[in-house]
């Protein structure tokens, strides 16, 4: 089975967010889920609803979804892996044009810049 960059990141993702969720419990967030961290994203190629952002300070940026996760299913379709999020019905999806947020209300994202000082 060849393993492909995207399938790889969400593994990584995976792990960085059931490890923290299972040590916090399921009322992290939200009334029950956890914070989901994207660290290092490059918001050049960033999209939410199908919209691409632009106008931001800083090309790098950590995302953090506080949303409902109490399940995350992983999928992939060619070369997208896709994240989606239970209850929430959120979806995170991964592809090497850049990553989507689908799904989700803007009060439940949180940009932190990353700046070179």
Request: aromatic share 2%; hydrophobic share 45%.
């Amino acid at each position: 089975m060849k393993t492909t960059l995207a399938t790889k990141v969400a593994l990584l993702v995976l792990l960085i967010v059931v490890g923290p969720a299972a040590g916090l419990g399921c009322d992290a967030v939200r009334g029950g889920g956890a914070e989901i961290w994207l660290e290092g994203v490059n918001t050049g190629a960033m999209s939410a609803d199908g919209k691409p952002i632009s106008g931001l300070p800083s090309q790098q940026a950590n995302i953090v979804l506080k949303v409902s996760a109490k399940k995350i299913n992983i999928s992939t379709s060619g070369n997208d892996t896709i994240l989606d999020l239970s209850p929430s019905g959120g979806s995170i999806i991964i592809s090497p044009d850049g990553i989507s947020l689908v799904g989700f209300d803007p009060d439940e994202i949180e940009m932190k810049w990353q700046t070179v000082e």
